[in-house]
């Protein structure tokens, strides 16, 4: 039996202003036989979550779009059905489980979809019990979600797929916030279940091996099939050469730092210690940050590693005068720095670039800096807005908030580049963007000099280019190694 | 955020059936405004700070008693307003400052605010929110309103983390001028473009959590069940009978 | 090949989980910007926000959002903050705030889409209403309701009148800016 059957699917969303936008999916086609697991392999933005999405009947219901094509959930005709008809059929994990929570208790999450389905109470406390405990949430029942780390919301996400347990699984990178036990253990389910699953995913993970029938690529708007080995190769990380054709990051620092004219600056961190209490329901020993020495230098390219709560955001926040720390010093150019001085010299590109977006067009967010800085003509301005449009591959006209997150990172990046900031802290870049675009963003700001310090949870992004790598574990920031 | 008034504690509160504690805060609000002595209105308000101080303890009446002292205050300050005609207390040369009837007044006001308050805070420090909300549909609330108010709770710690993440990005991609950033007028600048990037954040949110809520079975025509439930609560009609009674006998006790 | 019919924004009669993430999302909102910037006076409890948010819900959406929205939000904010008391008048002044501000600068959708000004005279008539309903909401139902007596109500007026004041006009300016930088809003409506 079928279980999706995709024919002839073409997918464009709206347009908010005068252009048409490019469809997204192209006369897509698809087979999904009673049990069978599909892995879908797309670089971002290749229309994974907008797929994901369509098949649960859930746009264009809540976002507009036009949508061609016949499909088909259990031989239900997908176009006669309202997302609520698909609950038993078709459910959808998605890749940011913050957006999909209902509920203030993870126990609450887990029961709402099965008080829509009717079942009594009894029957549902045994499911969420069962759920909570296969997927190690039980002590966070009566937490809210909000409390949970990042890697145990997407298991309290699959905890709400299991107690559904429908015919078929959509998990799109649902592999993605887990650590390698996690990982295994859902690789395992998946393999082992008699359900129908379809896992989307930007890379290609090792606990991927075997555990698939068919292995698709999404790319230009249809799926195309290909096998294990071809996967691998596409989809995991490749020399740096092959992104970075005769960039200056492959030069040596020295050589980096000569043809850099202006001037040269430092941050250096010495002995911190910070303190922070912390919030959750357990009574844990305070989260303390230590870092004994950190320092990045102009033209420098310095990563930091670490897994999700390991103190990353906290010692990026206070290298950029955000937050205040208990002992040790930060030291500007030799100089002891005050939160003033780390506010104007270092810049924090936040994960989400929406949180600094909020003009109508794309010239008027790089030209809003430039302006208020008081010391640029209307002439100069418009020079530099459109070579920098044109270097980051950007629309002066688009609306920033319409446009793809992937795209939204870039215009984040290139606010900051008309900024000059000497220092900027990149969180988490190769996530939101394919790898030749996050190597090209480094690239141009090491050009015009800025000490870079890149944040990532993948230990082969920038590993060639890095001059220092620094980890963080427990709080504690130490190095790693230096090139 | 903190999004739960609920206190840990101890007494015979935090055991009653939500349902007969609203109808027992209903009640003492309006018994305090009906014509009864000075004396029962005191003894009311005293009473419901007793039973904070054994509910709750010392520190969170502390609380509540400051959190309206200062209206108190002023309440009191007002005193000379009240009952000009009445016995004067006292004078100042020849003019009446204040009489025994506007102090007394005003003392009224003051109880009886304490009273409201004190059992507005009582009933929603001894009552968890899940609770307090299966108490409002037995009041035949429609579960729409209830699960558009459990949305807001859940909505709320999410907005505000995002809304002091907005303030520091944009703290960060203003930098620090040599101006003066102190002056009133800047800082107002400031704001527009943190409220404008923190609302249409939140606006974002708003099809994705529709999504999620049907995908998740709600518009469904079968009739949802309840995974919490108000039964393990016994006799909460009793009580609230009991409740009622014991407002009626001191109402025909110390009307005036 | 079958073209599939387009499924209409749920905002119709096929279903209300879109109006419930609405008015949820708003009254957080509400809520948020009630309490994330306090200003305490001796007494209501503090200035802030709120009517700001609620006239930005008024100028970009309908009435009837605006009202539950204002209701609610300012409603659970005093609940949350320690003045569960106070929440049953701010519920009543700050619905009718949110109503009437949304009914006085309701604009069609076409109207909408044409430079989202609200004539001038509007704004100024929605000023003296907002300000009427909020400073004489708390005044009277302060006095009475809330027994705290018509004198030291009086000296709530002067930080309802300018909160209710400001609020309009900044909440004009953030909904033209928010409609522009995120035209999707529309379909929300």
């Not at chain 1, 897509?28 to 649960?56: A, D, Q």
């Not at chain 1, 150019?333 to 989400?352: C, E, H, I, P, R």
């Not at chain 2, 419901?48 to 969170?60: A, E």
């Not at chain 2, 923190?198 to 025509?221: F, H």
Request: glycine content about 6%; aromatic content about 10%.
């Amino acid at each position: 039996m079928e279980s999706l059957a995709i024919e002839n699917l073409s997918f464009t969303y709206k347009s908010w202003n005068e252009k048409k936008n490019q469809p997204l999916l192209e006369k897509l086609n698809l087979t999904v036989l009673s049990g069978e697991k599909v892995l879908i392999l797309s670089p971002p933005e290749g229309g994974k979550t907008t797929f994901s999405r369509i098949i649960n009947a859930l746009i264009p219901k809540f976002i507009d779009g036009n949508l061609s094509g016949n499909i088909h959930v259990n031989d239900k005709v997908l176009t006669d059905c309202q997302p609520y008809d698909l609950v038993r059929d078709i459910c959808y994990v998605s890749q940011n489980p913050l957006e999909m929570f209902v509920s203030t208790t993870c126990e609450n999450e887990v029961a709402f979809p099965l008080e829509s389905l009717g079942l009594d109470s009894h029957c549902i406390a045994a499911t969420v019990h069962r759920v909570l405990e296969k997927w190690g949430l039980l002590s966070f029942a009566k937490a809210s979600p909000f409390e949970l780390s990042g890697g145990e919301r997407k298991r309290l996400l699959l905890s709400v797929s299991s107690a559904i347990d429908p015919s078929i699984f959509v998990l799109d990178e649902a592999f993605d916030d887990l650590d390698a036990t996690w990982r295994n253990f859902l690789a395992q389910e998946i393999k082992t279940s008699d359900k129908t699953v379809i896992t989307l995913s930007a890379r290609y993970l090792r606990q991927f091996e075997g555990v698939f029938d068919k292995v698709l690529l999404l790319e230009k708007g249809t799926l195309h099939q290909v096998t294990e080995a071809e996967a691998r190769s596409l989809f995991t990380h490749k020399t740096i050469e092959s992104y970075l054709k005769d960039s200056l990051l492959l030069h040596p620092y020295a050589s980096r730092v000569s043809a850099y004219q202006g001037i040269r600056q430092e941050v250096r961190v010495e002995g911190l210690l910070a303190v922070r209490k912390r919030e959750s329901i357990k009574d844990e020993q305070p989260f303390v940050m230590d870092c004994a020495h950190f320092a990045v230098k102009s033209c420098e390219v310095v990563r930091l590693i670490g897994s999700n709560g390991s103190g990353k955001s906290t010692f990026s926040r206070i290298a950029c005068g955000l937050d205040s720390f208990d002992h040790g010093s930060i030291f500007l150019n030799g100089k002891k720095a005050t939160d003033q001085m780390l506010q104007s010299n270092v810049g924090y590109l936040f994960q989400n670039p929406d949180y600094q977006i909020f003009l109508p067009t794309v010239y008027e967010e790089l030209a809003w800096g430039l302006v208020n800085a008081g010391t640029y003509t209307n002439k100069e301005i418009r020079e530099k807005v459109e070579q920098c449009t044109a270097l980051f591959s950007l629309n002066l006209q688009e609306t920033p908030t319409t446009m793809s997150f992937a795209l939204r990172k870039k215009l984040q990046a290139a606010v900051y580049y008309l900024l000059e900031r000497p220092f900027l802290i990149l969180d988490e870049l190769d996530g939101a963007m394919s790898y030749e675009d996050a190597y090209f963003i480094i690239s141009e700001l090491s050009k015009k000099g800025c000490a870079l310090i890149i944040i990532t949870h993948d230990d082969q992004f920038a590993q060639e280019i890095a001059d220092a790598t620094y980890t963080v574990h427990h709080g504690v920031l130490e190095v790693l190694d230096e090139r | 955020m903190n999004v739960s008034i609920f206190k840990q504690g101890k007494g015979p509160l935090y055991l009653l059936d939500p349902r007969s504690k609203v109808m027992l805060t209903l009640y003492l609000c309006v018994y305090v405004f009906l014509p009864v002595t000075f004396a029962s209105v005191v003894g009311v308000a005293l009473f419901s700070i007793g039973i904070s101080l054994y509910s709750l303890g010392k520190k969170n009446t502390l609380t509540i008693w400051l959190s309206v002292l200062p209206m108190l205050i002023i309440m009191l300050i007002f005193s000379p307003l009240y009952e000009r005609g009445g016995t004067p207390l006292w004078m100042w040369g020849t003019t009446v400052v204040l009489t025994k009837e506007g102090l007394l007044q005003s003392l009224i006001l003051d109880f009886r605010f304490l009273s409201i308050t004190f059992a507005w805070s009582l009933l929603f420090a001894t009552t968890k929110m899940d609770e307090f909300m299966l108490a409002l549909q037995a009041f035949h609330l429609p579960y729409k309103a209830c699960l558009t108010i459990s949305l807001v709770f859940r909505s709320i710690p999410d907005i505000f983390d995002s809304f002091n993440d907005i303030i520091d990005s944009h703290k960060l991609r203003r930098g620090t001028s040599t101006k003066v950033q102190k002056k009133v007028r800047h800082r107002l600048k400031n704001l527009g473009p943190t409220l404008t990037s923190a609302l249409v954040v939140s606006l974002r949110s708003i099809p994705t959590l529709a999504m999620s809520l049907e995908a998740r079975g709600y518009g469904l025509k079968t009739k949802r069940s309840q995974f919490h439930s108000l039964d393990s609560y016994r006799h909460h009609y009793l009580y609230s009978l009991v409740f009622f009674m014991i407002f009626v006998t001191l109402f025909i006790l110390f009307q005036q | 090949m079958k073209i599939s019919k387009k499924i209409v924004n749920g905002m119709g009669t096929t279903t209300s989980a879109l109006h419930i993430a609405l008015i949820a999302v708003l009254t957080a909102v509400v809520v948020v910007f009630t309490l994330i910037i306090k200003i305490p006076t001796p007494t209501k409890g503090y200035l802030n926000l709120a009517d700001l948010a609620i006239c930005f819900i008024a100028f970009t959406f309908s009435p009837l959002t605006a009202f539950i929205t204002g209701a609610l939000g300012t409603g659970l904010a005093d609940i949350l903050s320690g003045f569960p008391q106070w929440a049953p008048i701010s519920f009543i002044v700050h619905g009718l705030e949110g109503l009437c501000v949304a009914c006085i600068v309701r604009r069609t959708k076409e109207q909408m889409k044409d430079g989202l000004k609200v004539p001038a005279i509007k704004i100024v008539f929605a000023m003296i209403v907002c300000m009427v309903i909020v400073t004489g909401g708390y005044y009277v139902l302060g006095a009475t309701v809330m027994s705290i007596g018509w004198a030291a109500a009086a000296a709530g007026i002067p930080g309802n009148v300018a909160q209710a004041g400001i609020g309009v006009v900044i909440g004009y300016a953030l909904s033209r800016s928010v409609i522009k930088a995120y035209p999707p809003v529309q379909g929300l409506l």
